[in-house]
């Protein structure tokens, strides 16, 4: 588009996206466990042939078959009913896919005289998207390269117009292109218009989406185009064909509205897909995993939003559903990671019965935070230790946690084990804090649970005196270097932790090992400091609280 056409009011500009095999794509999907090549299917409605795959269109199979015929063409033909209200449903869930391109997006519903057995499809409203999309090009490259990934078979048409653009979706894939591109160089409306209207009455009337009945009797006259057709008054092609039929003209040049009515956004995530076939192998999953992961990642990123667990439900013959749960660290919404995670847990997951459902659900969205990509990239630098422990947690066998420091001065207390992928803004929160001006590490003075070792004993082990060559530990003598600090214990823990009154840890040498070790010697009653002796009380006791 030029630069001026992005300031000026939006322009109407529909795109029709259209799907001929819906019927047989949603009722006979074709799994990996199908032997290859798969075998001709078809759909059946009204006892006669709806929908063909290309095998059966290979073997002569034509929608509109007597089913005695296709039989006869094909032995091993798998027949399988129509069934419109799933299909609804299945297109529901693609509309509401591509609602990150317009909010304007309706279900096609066929109106007399168009053709009730015809193609299922959606409408976009997409001239108010525009100007986000800064252009029509950037907006049909990236609608187009959604619409290749969901594996489904598409046309798409442009139109100023519902009508327009569905009828030129039957018309080949150039002409509704090369019309929006001589349209776009048109400054008024009207000509923006006729542009449209020009490339509509060239349109053969074999062509048009009408009901097949209504079509053989337009070609009966001898009419070809529908500008052949429009050349007759209104009055007479009304009288002689039926006033649907001109209600039906005026709403594809746009002389008369045409009013949609859009799909509304589900306030929940829910994908489901149906195997016509069991799976009984998890790694045939993945393809369908990765369609329903798309359409997550396009509800979420078109709310701004992230979630930080999904569920996958994998239901068999009998309607018994078992589910595997995916948690990430930090909340997400891109797919290829999801996938990753995904394809991590199903592999240690050995399925209880082959899968004739699949169905995806997330948790509650939360907002997106601010998304930032790094241009250069540090040589040798180490990756994300956050993505690491996400691929970690997703491994079942693994019993992973997480120390966490507690708001505590005995060391007992001070860690705890929690969950390795809770929310890690305390993290966050300390590695601020200890940036500010003021914090322990700017004065110099760290907090005391950062001087103490990380691999601590529970319980504490012992160190008893041997005579003269003092504490012993393991076998070895402990060679004390110097005094830490001194800590009291609290009465109501005098229970659960030895010692009930206070504690002097030192730091000292184990020559059998060769490290540092923290331990600490029980004080009863009131300490003599003098004497290092507490009166009244049994003798010392030592014991080895960790390793440095």
């Not at 959604?146 to 046309?155: D, F």
């Not at 592999?347 to 995806?360: G, M, N």
Request: charge should be neutral.
């Amino acid at each position: 588009m030029r630069s001026h056409d992005m300031t000026r009011s939006p322009r109407p500009l529909w795109c029709a996206v259209r799907l001929p095999q819906w019927p047989l794509e949603i009722r006979c999907h074709v799994s990996h466990s199908l032997p290859d090549p798969a075998p001709p299917r078809a759909i059946v409605l009204q006892q006669r042939i709806h929908r063909c795959c290309p095998q059966s269109q290979a073997l002569g199979l034509v929608p509109g078959m007597k089913l005695a015929t296709a039989h006869a063409l094909a032995d091993n033909l798998q027949l399988t009913e129509r069934d419109p209200v799933r299909e609804q449903q299945y297109l529901q869930q693609l509309g509401w896919q591509l609602l990150r391109f317009t909010p304007g997006v309706s279900l096609y519903a066929p109106r007399p005289p168009d053709d009730e057995l015809g193609d299922a499809g959606l409408l976009l409203d997409i001239g108010g998207s525009l100007r986000l999309f800064q252009g029509s090009e950037n907006l049909l490259v990236a609608l187009h390269a959604r619409l290749a990934a969901s594996g489904h078979t598409w046309r798409t048409g442009l139109g100023h117009t519902p009508l327009a653009a569905w009828q030129l979706s039957h018309a080949p894939a150039d002409v509704s292109l090369q019309t929006l591109r001589a349209a776009e160089q048109t400054e008024d409306i009207n000509a923006y218009r006729a542009t449209f209207c020009s490339a509509l009455l060239q349109q053969d009337i074999a062509s048009l989406a009408l009901a097949q009945p209504l079509r053989e009797a337009l070609q009966t006259p001898g009419f070809r185009t529908l500008g052949d057709l429009l050349a007759l008054p209104r009055q007479a092609l009304g009288k002689r064909f039926g006033k649907a039929l001109l209600l039906w003209c005026e709403q594809l040049l746009g002389e008369r509205p045409d009013p949609r009515v859009s799909l509304p956004a589900p306030e929940r995530f829910q994908i489901s897909t149906e195997f016509a076939d069991a799976v009984s192998a998890s790694q045939h999953l993945l393809p369908v995993m990765q369609q329903q992961l798309l359409a997550l990642s396009d509800y979420l990123r078109w709310r701004h939003q992230a979630t930080r667990a999904i569920r996958w439900q994998l239901q068999d013959h009998q309607g018994e559903a078992e589910s595997l749960i995916i948690r990430r660290a930090v909340p997400g919404a891109d797919a290829g990671l999801w996938l990753t995670l995904s394809e991590r847990r199903l592999e240690q997951h050995r399925l209880r019965a082959p899968v004739l459902k699949l169905t995806l659900t997330c948790a509650r969205p939360c907002a997106a935070s601010a998304e930032s990509e790094t241009l250069l990239h540090e040589p040798g630098a180490r990756s994300n230790g956050i993505a690491l422990l996400e691929k970690l947690a997703s491994l079942p066998q693994l019993q992973l946690s997480r120390l966490r420091c507690t708001d505590h001065h005995l060391p007992e207390l001070a860690q705890s084990e929690d969950d390795p992928l809770a929310h890690i803004s305390h993290i966050a929160r300390i590695n601020t804090d200890a940036d500010t001006p003021g914090s322990a590490s700017r004065t110099g003075t760290d907090p005391p649970w950062c001087r103490q070792p990380l691999w601590l004993l529970d319980p504490p082990e012992p160190a008893p005196q041997s005579g003269r060559s003092g504490l012993c530990w393991r076998g070895s003598p402990l060679l004390p270097l110097l005094a830490d600090r001194r800590l009291a214990t609290q009465w109501w823990h005098a229970d659960t932790l030895p010692g009930c009154t206070a504690r002097d840890y030192y730091i000292a040498h184990h020559p059998a090992s060769g490290s540092l070790c923290w331990l600490f010697r029980l004080r009863h009653g009131n300490p003599d400091l003098t004497s290092g002796q507490a009166s009244g009380k049994p003798a010392e006791q030592w014991f080895v609280q960790g390793i440095f």
